[in-house]
């Protein structure tokens, strides 16, 4: 689709249906029901041949600027729901199909439509606001909780924060939206009505080089087919079979995929239950269970309601509606959600073959793939019983993921018990597990033990230690988190008890004592209500000219490009002449010698035109950027998995990576191999260059304190997870050695300088060209320059454009991402909380290269006061050298590490004082004027400001004592609310790398084109400089275009990043205005009434330039490391953030409940940009702290490779309420028009979230009478919350020795 038709709206993020930046919407015809079935489909994972007289729309279909927008197009793009834009086409689609089901959907309906929908950027807040405009009652949650609506309830039962301000106006205004009217939706294309209704049913055959599709229409064909093949998979939804085909290179010859087979879709209401076809997909399978659930008695509908609420945390709304249940159930994944629920529930597969039908049990033997109990070849399955609950009887389902929405179970299970009429009496019991083995495992010897017992206490204890000794899993199990799902398995078990307890009450109130209150929320679902937002900031001055667009709401400059598709990124290029593609071949050892490479395979394969290698690269194979030159490619010894050893460049990209694969590389192991921080300290492997700060006497503070506390924090690292993955495409150009670059790269100088030292050329036969990424977030500046240099080098040996596109796996391996921290600290205080020393150690997991690795470190020990004023202080870093993937920038930069690390101990210092944290916090941040631990002056009044005005709007006390209320009257639910202090500085410690240029031309029609060195990645940043053109030259907007960054335009741009990019660009468009401004005066007052055209054109008469550079040669700044004084940062930046969140302290689950930011941002260039950035940085610093998991194997091997295994937040993960508000503004005179970078700072700021579960999961500690230190790593996954919150549960399960095995995973 994207290629051949160039149709390259839908986007590729993953391959593997987990992202859903591919989502297109598919739409059948049923000539029997003469409906229409619309439904969202990952085109990742849908196999051409498979869309036979299926109707496809794509982001193209939907609306376009040439011809008309869609409305979900022109409200996502107004609601400012996009930065990058890279999931956006996804999001449209969802959306849309949505609004084709439902043109008025409710939130519910919503935030299910998008939970397979990932965006890495904006924090989904305004994607939801864009979706609300199109429910009923937009401003409402909806749910009406207790018959209240949620705008008059409060939360809390506490008045609400205020919503809307005087002096605040909305960011968009719906009264401009254009209306939906399904009316003018396109319709179903006639030909293919005519053809589903007439054609005749036959099997469709589709025959490649290397496979057959065969289509079978009739069960007597498919059964026929079945017979000839029997080795060949029935592919439905290919959800299970796509992946194995895509990520484990199985390859089937023969497919067998049943088209529209009437039996395969049977819904039939029997006396013992309800017969469900194999074919239905899991949506469809939900709304038949809602249906019957809604029409049958409760007491028979146990078992469909069960599976009705795990469908609707089933992977995304696109899987659901592919995956079909027959697949699924013959899948048997380990973590398969339904098959527990299906095999406690008695449930029977009706399989056919040509011999006859026959039915088997879904049970252990099935699950287990025992071949008595199987399919045999040549067998399918028609349908599914699921028999009806009885009297007495009742089911559960239960699950745990690292993310509550479109993640697969941590563990799931399935629990069923009977006990007949009345009595009490255990008569039937079921359970079974999925994620506790390498299959769904039933534990039959204990239920088959607790039969007889009545349900009670005693048969609790029993159960539990049977279940624990029948389910067991080894230290060393597959998955890792051991000790976390031995704990859930009875944990479930316990939910179970009590649920099935308190129906037993209410049946039977005399015999059945039922729960203590406090027990009851244990049964809850998280609370759950949906998500609302506020912003708060100030409009612009009354008297600010109504054309000038500085401080105004202005829409993101490629909004509606972004909806409609037409952005074009770096992939979206069209394939030139003669265009290559060159895939890399990475190490597969840790720390190993090359002792020999074969590419004779490889290059055997069709296709396979060039291996590039070390060889190749004599002389040039390595580029210093920064500190330490670091090698291109590596033949001899490879220091970490994943290092880049050849490429392979051939005619396609199937190709390529074919042949990627037959690259034969033998090793010899060598030692030591340092992956963790520890190890590393006992290896003094470090970079050189540690780093140390000091500020007054910390010795002799340690004297006179009150106390002394000692402590550590491990924080993991973090990946990027920027939509669109590495890209570039090198096209010679044929003629004096030049070449253009087109990258996704936020360094294009960078770029030119790494390829023309690699091809020997001058830079000025280079050039780097950027049209916007798809998110960057400091992944695209190191590693990309070396994937460039090496893909222009092919490009350049071959005389042949070269393109290169990582897979999301290949990227997350490759790349490296946030360093991994291990703080230690020592604080000294009085009683009062007051700290009057601290003395810290950083330690960050560089990997295998320096890259970036010391001034992340750097930053980090410069900023370790975050906001407070420690008398004394000494920070000491050290960047250790590890046999890891090399660690790089990310937003922030050592800022989110450094800033937990200190404010864990000032969590510490309040509980030992017997404080609350807050109080703490204030009474040690800087007030007024003051002097950082550097001797940089500080005013400190904004910090101050925020804070307060953080505590009055997120009514911080009230709600602090509703939070201690709930938590006394929950025993396994409880709440934690904390508030964090934000400084962030801003600047980059030398005025050389802030400098910054701007190319401005008038064209004689009065059009403006600008060019700044900046990279558009998402930001806004071109919006905010076309923002600034306009305020400049007193023009509108719309006459001022921008085309996208060139070093061809502007030579010597430094780095897009640190926060800086508007600030440092802008003020070099604003002098190239100015200077054009100046030279066109005496022209404009000539002629004051003239326009644009007529200043132009005589400009031109009078030999005047319309054209002008741009510069700002950079912020005073300084850093003298050996003083540890300086004047590093040109400003800093204030915040506060308070968050709310409920624990399940059973399964570990977490609620975002509310979140208050407050900014001090001083005056908003664009505040709709503004919001979006905090936003969009908070929610990825939420992430951070609590549910992003980078998994690496004992040897080194990352195993969190794409989205199915790595969780960055999804849509359910946004605070229901979330409350962004700026100070008003105040001065900054050296800033552009007073305003403040915000790229990064609200990353620290999710660490709120980390600081209130861990306050929630102190008052679980405190009930169970825990009241020693507490030490909580970050992240703060659902594991690490169950494990400490401690209970008989914990203390049951088995331990292992330290050393007696060897994990699946360890911490880096
Ligand atoms: C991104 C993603 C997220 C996911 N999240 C979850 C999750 O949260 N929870 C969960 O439980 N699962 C999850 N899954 C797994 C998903 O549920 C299964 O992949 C899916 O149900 C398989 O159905 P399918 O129709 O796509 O199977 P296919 O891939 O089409 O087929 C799978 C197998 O079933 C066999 N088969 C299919 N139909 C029949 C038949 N009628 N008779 C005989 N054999 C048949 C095929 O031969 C094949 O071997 C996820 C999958 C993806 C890709
Ligand atoms: S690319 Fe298809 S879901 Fe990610
Ligand atoms: S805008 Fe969603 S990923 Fe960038």
Redesign the pocket.
């Known amino acids: 689709m994207r290629f051949p038709v160039q149709l390259t709206g839908t986007k590729y993020g993953c391959g593997?249906?987990?992202c859903g930046a591919c989502t297109v919407m598919i739409s059948r015809y049923n000539p029997i029901t003469k409906r229409i079935r619309h439904y969202p489909a990952?085109a990742c994972?849908l196999p051409i041949c498979s869309l036979h007289g299926a109707a496809v729309t794509t982001v193209e279909g939907v609306g376009s600027t040439k011809a008309r927008i869609h409305p979900v197009q022109e409200r996502v793009a107004k609601c400012h729901g996009t930065q990058c834009g890279f999931c956006t086409p996804g999001m449209v689609m969802s959306i849309y199909t949505l609004l084709r089901n439902h043109p008025e959907p409710t939130l519910d309906q919503l935030t299910d439509a998008l939970g397979?929908n990932l965006c890495r950027c904006t924090g989904y807040r305004p994607i939801i606001d864009a979706c609300k405009t199109f429910c009923k009652t937009s401003g409402c949650c909806q749910s009406k909780e207790n018959g209240v609506c949620c705008l008059d309830q409060g939360i809390n039962e506490l008045p609400e924060f205020e919503e809307g301000n005087k002096t605040s106006p909305k960011l968009f205004s719906e009264e401009e939206f254009l209306p939906l009217d399904p009316t003018q939706e396109l319709i179903f294309p006639p030909e293919l009505m005519i053809m589903a209704e007439k054609q005749p049913q036959r099997t469709r055959v589709f025959v490649g080089d290397r496979m057959t599709w065969i289509s079978p229409v009739t069960l007597k064909e498919l059964l026929e087919a079945k017979v000839k093949y029997p080795q060949?998979?029935?592919?439905?939804?290919?959800?299970?079979?796509?992946?194995?085909v895509r990520f484990k290179g199985t390859f089937h010859p023969v497919i067998?995929?049943?088209d529209c087979i009437e039996e395969?879709s049977v819904v039939n209401h029997a006396d013992d239950g309800l017969t469900l076809g194999?074919?239905l997909?899991?949506a469809q399978v939900k709304e038949i269970l809602a249906e019957v659930i809604q029409k049958l008695p409760e007491e028979k509908t146990q078992t469909y309601h069960a599976v009705w609420k795990?469908l609707g945390?089933?992977?995304?709304c696109q899987?659901?509606n592919?995956?079909?249940?027959?697949?699924?159930?013959?899948?048997r994944?380990l973590?398969?959600?339904?098959?527990p629920l299906l095999a406690v529930g008695n449930c029977t597969l009706n399989?056919l073959s040509k011999e006859g039908e026959r039915q088997i049990p879904l049970n252990e033997q099935f699950l287990t793939k025992c071949p008595s109990a199987d399919?045999k070849p040549g067998?399918?399955?028609?349908s599914v019983n699921i028999p009806y609950s009885r009297k007495w009887e009742f089911v559960s389902a239960f699950r745990q993921?690292q993310r509550q929405q479109?993640?697969?179970?941590i563990v799931?299970s399935g629990m069923r018990v009977f006990f007949g009429e009345g009595g009490g009496i255990i008569r039937e019991l079921s359970i079974a597990y999925?994620g506790v083995g390498p299959t769904t495992i039933c534990a039959k010897n204990s239920c088959q033990q607790l039969i007889g017992r009545p349900w009670n206490e005693e048969m609790l204890d029993a159960a539990c230690r049977l279940i624990l000794d029948e389910v067991s899993l080894p230290g060393w199990a597959p998955g890792g988190k051991v000790e976390f799902k031995r704990t859930l398995v009875i944990s479930f078990f316990f939910k179970f008890y009590l649920k099935v307890s308190q129906i037993l009450k209410t049946m039977d109130p005399v015999r059945y004592p039922g729960l203590a209150d406090k027990y009851e929320s244990a049964l809850e679902d998280l609370h759950s209500r949906n998500h609302w937002g506020t912003s708060k900031y100030q409009d612009v001055d009354p008297k600010q000219l109504p054309q000038d667009p500085i401080g105004r709401p202005i829409m993101h400059l490629s909004g509606i490009k972004h909806t409609t598709g037409e952005a074009i990124y770096c992939d979206d290029m069209p394939v030139l002449d003669g265009e290559l593609f060159l895939a890399f071949v990475t190490s597969s050892r840790a720390h190993a010698e090359i002792v020999s490479i074969d590419l004779s395979e490889a290059l055997s394969l069709p296709g396979v035109v060039d291996i590039v290698t070390e060889e190749d690269l004599r002389g040039v194979n390595s580029f210093c950027l920064l500190i330490e030159p670091e090698k291109l490619l590596e033949t001899q010894e490879v220091s970490c998995v994943g290092q880049l050893v050849c490429a392979v460049v051939a005619d396609s990209e199937v190709q390529a990576k074919r042949a990627a694969k037959r690259v034969k590389i033998v090793y010899q192991d060598l030692e030591p191999v340092i992956l963790t921080i520890e190890e590393a300290i006992r290896h003094h492997s470090f970079f050189q260059g540690e780093r140390k700060l000091e500020y007054g006497n910390v010795d002799e503070a340690f004297k006179v304190v009150d106390q002394i506390l000692e402590g550590e924090i491990h924080m993991g690292g973090q990946e990027h997870f920027y939509m669109e993955t590495q890209s570039m495409l090198a096209v010679p150009k044929g003629e004096d050695q030049e070449m253009d670059v087109y990258v996704s790269s936020q360094f294009p100088k960078y770029i030119q300088a790494i390829v023309a030292s690699t091809l020997k050329v001058p830079a000025n036969k280079i050039m780097c060209h950027v049209k916007r990424l798809g998110g960057a977030f400091g992944g695209k500046v190191t590693k990309t320059g070396i994937l460039a240099a090496i893909t222009a080098f092919a490009a350049n040996k071959h005389g042949r454009p070269v393109r290169c596109i990582l897979e999301r796996g290949e990227d997350m391996l490759i790349t490296g991402g946030r360093h991994p921290y291990l703080g230690k600290y020592k604080a000294g205080f009085m009683n009062d909380g007051r700290i009057l020393a601290l003395d810290v150690e950083h330690y960050c997991n560089g990997g295998a290269t320096l890259d970036e690795s010391l001034f992340v470190l750097e930053t980090g020990v410069l900023k370790v006061d975050n906001a407070y004023k420690f008398p004394n202080l000494r920070c000491q870093g050290w960047a250790c050298k590890t046999n890891l993937p090399s660690n790089t920038a990310l937003r922030g930069f050592g800022f989110p590490q450094s800033g937990l690390i200190t404010e864990n101990c000032i969590t510490e210092v309040a509980a030992k004082c017997g404080l609350s944290p807050e109080k703490v916090r204030m009474m040690n941040m800087y007030k007024e004027i003051d002097q950082t631990p550097y001797k940089q002056e500080i005013d400190a009044t904004n910090l101050i400001q925020c804070w307060k005005e953080c505590m009055a709007t997120s009514s911080y006390s009230l709600r602090k004592v509703a939070v201690e209320k709930f938590n006394s009257e929950n025993y396994w639910k409880k709440k934690g609310l904390a508030m964090v202090p934000l400084k962030f500085p801003v600047g980059f410690g030398s005025t050389a790398a802030c400098q910054a240029a701007a190319l401005v031309h008038i064209y004689l029609d009065g059009s403006v084109l600008v060019t700044h060195g900046g990279i558009e990645m998402g930001q806004g940043v071109h919006t905010k400089m076309i923002q600034v053109a306009s305020r400049e030259l007193r023009m509108p907007m719309s006459n001022v275009h921008l085309r996208g960054t060139s070093t061809e335009t502007v030579p010597n741009a430094n780095v897009s990043g640190a926060s800086l990019v508007a600030d440092l660009n802008g003020l070099a468009v604003k002098d190239a205005c100015q200077t054009l401004l100046k030279r066109l005066e005496p022209i404009i007052s000539k002629n004051p009434k003239g326009t644009w055209k007529d200043w132009a054109q005589a400009a031109f008469d009078e030999s005047i330039s319309l054209s002008a550079t741009g510069y700002f040669r950079g912020y005073e700044t300084h850093m003298n490391w050996e003083t540890g004084e300086g004047h590093p940062f040109a400003y800093f930046v204030f915040g506060a953030a308070c968050s709310e969140v409920e624990i399940d302290c059973l399964t570990g689950a977490h609620k975002n409940i509310r979140t208050d930011i407050v900014m001090d941002i001083g005056h908003s260039i664009n505040p709709a940009l503004d919001v979006g950035q905090i936003e969009g940085a908070f929610i990825q610093g939420m992430g951070l702290y609590t549910i992003e998991e980078l998994k690496y194997s004992p040897q080194g091997v990352l195993f969190t490779r794409g989205?199915?295994q790595y969780k960055i937040p999804a849509v359910s993960d946004v605070p229901t309420e979330l409350h962004v508000s700026f100070l008003p503004p105040s001065q900054n005179s050296n800033t552009l028009y007073s305003s403040k970078g915000l790229g990064e700072p609200g990353v620290f700021l999710g660490c709120s979230v980390f600081f209130a579960i861990h306050d929630a999961v102190r008052a679980a500690r405190q009930e169970r009478g825990l009241l020693g230190p507490l030490k909580l790593d970050s992240p703060l996954t659902p594991e690490k919350i169950r494990m400490a919150c401690e209970d008989k549960f914990t203390k049951m399960i088995p331990r292992d020795e330290p050393g007696s095995y060897v994990p699946w995973n360890i911490p880096v």
Do not use: F, K
């Open positions: 593997g249906g987990g990952n994972l397979g060949a998979p029935i592919v439905m939804g290919n959800t299970s079979v796509g992946p194995e067998i995929s049943p395969l194999a074919g997909s899991l795990h945390t089933l992977a995304g899987i659901r592919m995956a079909s249940l027959g697949g699924h159930i013959v899948s994944h973590d398969s959600d339904l098959n399989l399919l067998e399918i399955l028609v993921a479109n993640a697969l179970a799931n999925g989205p199915d």
